[in-house]
């Protein structure tokens, strides 16, 4: 009974592993994208009090909506987003993540990240990868329940 349930969890936790790991092969189209960001923007300006007034101080936007992130001991996290700088996509942009320990479940977020100076714009732009909390300030709004 006890070797059932761990090969049961050894077997759904490489499910999930492969199918977030799948999903980088069933990428999303750049209208597709395109499409997803517009809708996580006004999202953004219906639920934050100020949020075109934030937008348009921002030097540029890294807007990646419908992050998902699910696991049982082993999970992972995937998304596509678009870069906009000036109002219009400068690059695409994903973000892909995995991790091991106690947990279990899932969720979908949207991911807004504001530059809010040239010099943070230009240095992201320049990264080959990037850590939130390397190398600057983040601020974090936390919108909804779960």
């Given at each position: 009974m006890r070797l059932n349930r761990k090969i049961l969890s050894l077997i759904l936790s490489l499910a999930i592993v492969t199918g977030l790991a799948a999903s980088e092969a069933w990428s999303k189209t750049a209208n597709e994208i395109n499409a997803a960001v517009n809708a996580c923007m006004d999202r953004f300006y219906k639920q934050v009090a100020g949020g075109k007034d934030l937008a348009a101080k921002a030097k540029?936007?890294?807007?990646m909506p419908n992050v998902y992130k699910a696991g049982f001991i082993v999970g992972g996290e995937y998304g596509e987003g678009a870069l906009r700088v000036g109002g219009k996509n400068s690059g695409y942009y994903n973000l892909a993540s995995?991790?091991?320990?106690?947990?279990?479940?899932?969720?979908?977020?949207?991911?807004?990240?504001?530059?809010?100076?040239?010099?943070?714009?230009?240095?992201?732009?320049?990264?080959?990868?990037?850590?939130?909390?390397?190398d600057g300030n983040v601020a974090l709004i936390k919108i909804g329940g779960g």
């Open positions: 540029g936007i890294l807007v995995g991790s091991i320990g106690l947990q279990i479940g899932g969720e979908a977020k949207d991911i807004v990240i504001m530059f809010m100076t040239e010099a943070a714009l230009k240095q992201f732009q320049a990264s080959k990868g990037w850590e939130v909390g390397v």
